[in-house]
């Protein structure tokens, strides 16, 4: 290998152990740490981050990468070629951030991570206030040191989403409102009995269903682990190495259930990244809208499917005691698909899930470009959760309140999660092309096949493509809307029992 | 503060931040980690050891070192006196160290143990004889880097046991030897019943005790955690989260009991280290032989007390069921209490464990000073266990490949474990002129009074003094063998019902 790239190669392989180090510090503050330990636990996070960030936009790195630029051969779809178009995106955009402001950024968002957790529970806005706009103001900045974006907020999407704008995700969402209104109108003219999800399960019955469904989804214990925690998150240091979580609600088991089936699609994504792209910048996850098309898909597609409700209803029969002795397939497939307008985004079904996103675009675009003021954020959150999905919101803590990322300063990270349900219906659609009897092996409860599938198709490629190139040599074309529609309306048609259009 | 000084602490923090972040890679790779982790686990740790080190040998490290010497006032007492003092050592003594050489100590440790793990499971001395010789060769080399010590050994053990010499610790193990073994042999003529050590407790049972012992002891769930490993171990990231780790053997309880309660004395050692001294190199126990101290005084000094007997022997009647319903608090501490030679250290009683240790520091010696060869290595271990402890060793697997310190490279480690022993003596003889009624208290199973005692005297000072100014301050001398042999004899001769001199 050439020289300058070896070199490239084996400083940012120092960068990812770093992040790899960040990493574990984090899973262990949400899963293992005692309370007292969070103090120091923020200064060894932030030293950590700092010296990694310090090392990667250093000049050294940019020499590095002059010469391993240099060293190209001409052949842009080798590895080499790959990592360094990656590295020369993200260095070039990193540099021209000043530290002070990456540093005043990550403080700033943890500050208001605290005060929005007291915030949410006194549900009082007005404590929030200032932290949010010091986010704000902090965001415009950032966004300030760059000149290549149309509009500030994409200078954040492309942090999540690379290489996407605002007036893309805007096209989008206009034609996943269009399709989402009539549909959640349609259903909800249809009554569907989710009350069997509320029976009371005690949480040691559902972590036996729970270990045989990721087992059974490629969980293996020599090379995952599946821990507790507050808020879940799937983390992982390499391939080898992939954790995930999980929360125990004993009214109401798909809390654990899906959130673990969710968990386990995005650690199949980062446990089927090609071994050689380790310890390199390729060796994880694209965007982060492809990551959650992953643990969408698995969660929603493949969980909640009729096949899958098969497969999942015996056990719970065996697993979860005489409650649920009787319990039809049929009966569990339309429960966990009953689509309800809520209040709360992490806990709505797939039709309605879209909206909260599409409100939570359009309000974070306004407030960033100024055409909506802190002050007046709550009144109009309130008016558009009247308008889009014809619900009142009681309260703050249930409102503008429910969410971290604001508080963290991740503006411009909400549009990912809808991205992913829709890339998750590009990819269904074209999983069951290719495999014939994709259905029939999920109602076998053969999940190996689709795996197999996702991981020779998206998992092993790691960060090597964008999503639209990704896209392109899969489906043959960019992000689109109407695979998630027409897979949504055919689901739900059937287990409402009427045809949706 | 003076601003070279505050710039050093500054840079100190970040080096301990990194040195957390290390110690959690290693805490989870020792509890949590799946076995697939390994390999890229071992080159985070390496990365970060080594960005660590970096920063630390750094010429700006040495600039700011020098510039907070010349802002000293002359008070040698503060804790900027005192952090400067120990800065300039540890820093005068790794600048000489050449990184290439200080990597390739760091790597064959690594390689040497993982061999290790494989020759002792196969008794396979020759296949572990050729890292052995390179672990040998490098520690040469790295003593060779100084010339302030009078033999190479001096200088590896300066590393674990700082200012003291060969010299000093050779004449302290004589007079050790010199005690112990007629003691060994007196205690050889009577006979104590240990079988009930031995009857079969479920490890859940064992876990009940273990909770509530070590929480007698000041385990606190806001700051500490116990997990399972295989081989026990304490860390700590600062003194508020505190982490200890047991093992478990159902044919054998005070493996975990005693294991949790060593570990619980090393944790408390952490959690009464000061505030004020955290994300500072003086913000950790001092020398490894402060540290053992305080393992070994609670384990042994305390554990295996009449008084604590007396605690324990009810709760285990309780808690581990029909088989010791009928357990006298005097047929425990006289079983905990037996001593007999045997093949392995970390199984050894207290009276020869000593001598386990003198073996070992002698052996080291003469391999360093290139006195004995490897090969030679064998015989000359089974040889010394003849002569003192007159046992015969059977295989290699169960002599001398029996530690893991040497594979590791650790050649000066061994003395600080019987170091630990003496100081515990000392400490435990001035604990009770000190308070008067600790025996009661600890019959009590009252522990708050020794534990302060010992973390006003000890622990809050972190590394702020030497081993032999701490042990001038609380009982006015050097490391010293006579209270421990005393100790000894006493506890011994009570529970073997004869006067021991």
Chains 1, 2 share one sequence.
Request: with cysteine; aromatic share 8%.
């Amino acid at each position: 290998m050439a020289q300058q790239t070896q070199q490239l190669r084996e400083r940012l392989a120092q960068i990812e152990d770093l992040n790899a180090a960040s990493a574990l510090l984090e899973w262990d503050q949400q899963t293992k740490m005692p309370p007292r330990g969070a103090e120091l636990r923020a200064e060894a996070i932030g030293t950590v981050a700092r010296i990694s960030h310090e090392l990667f936009v250093s000049g050294e790195t940019g020499r590095l990468l002059e010469g391993a630029e240099a060293e190209l051969d001409g052949d842009g779809e080798s590895d080499d070629a790959l990592l360094i178009r990656l590295v020369r995106r993200k260095w070039d955009k990193a540099t021209k951030v000043p530290t002070d402001l990456a540093a005043e950024l990550a403080r700033a968002g943890s500050a208001g991570q605290e005060v929005w957790v007291a915030a949410r529970r006194d549900n009082d806005f007005a404590a929030f206030t200032p932290y949010l706009e010091r986010n704000l103001e902090l965001a415009r900045r950032y966004a300030d040191c760059f000149d290549e974006f149309a509009v500030p907020y994409d200078a954040l999407l492309d942090d999540y989403q690379p290489r996407m704008t605002a007036a893309q995700v805007t096209v989008l969402f206009d034609e996943l409102k269009a399709e989402l209104v009539p549909l959640i109108a349609e259903a909800a003219r249809h009554t569907v009995d989710g009350s069997l999800l509320h029976a009371e399960v005690p949480a040691a019955a559902q972590r036996r269903l729970v270990d045989e469904i990721v087992e059974l989804m490629g969980f293996d214990r020599e090379g995952w682990r599946l821990d507790d925690t507050v808020h879940p998150f799937a983390t992982s240091f390499g391939s080898s190495d992939v954790r995930i979580t999980t929360r125990w609600d004993e009214r109401y088991f798909p809390m654990a259930l899906y959130g673990a089936m969710h968990e386990t699609g995005h650690g199949l994504y980062e446990a089927g990244i090609g071994k050689e792209l380790q310890r390199s910048p390729l060796g994880q996850g694209e965007s982060l809208g492809m990551h959650e098309s992953q643990s969408r898909l698995w969660e929603n597609m493949v969980g909640r499917s009729r096949g899958f409700c098969g497969v999942l209803a015996p056990r719970i029969s065996e697993l979860f005691g005489s409650d649920f002795a009787a319990l039809e397939p049929e009966a569990l497939f339309r429960a966990v698909n009953r689509v309800s307008p809520s209040l709360i985004r992490v806990e709505a079904d797939e039709a309605t899930y879209g909206l909260h996103i599409v409100i939570r675009f359009e309000l974070e675009q306004e407030l960033l470009h100024g055409k909506l003021s802190v002050a007046e954020l709550p009144e109009a959150w309130n008016q558009r959760y009247h308008d889009y999905l014809g619900i009142e919101v009681p309260t703050d803590a249930d409102g503008v309140l429910q969410d971290v990322h604001w508080s963290a300063g991740l503006i411009g990270y909400f549009p990912t999660y809808a991205l992913g349900n829709m890339i998750a219906g590009q990819l269904w659609a074209r999983a069951h092309v290719e495999l014939a009897d994709l259905d029939e092996q999920i109602a076998a409860g053969e999940l190996g096949g689709l795996r197999a599938w996702l991981r020779e198709n998206i998992h092993r490629h790691g960060s090597r493509y964008t999503t639209d190139e990704l896209l392109e040599r899969v489906v043959g074309g960019p992000i689109a809307v109407e695979p998630f529609v027409a897979y949504l309306k055919d689901k739900l048609g059937d287990a409402y029992g009427v045809a949706l259009t």
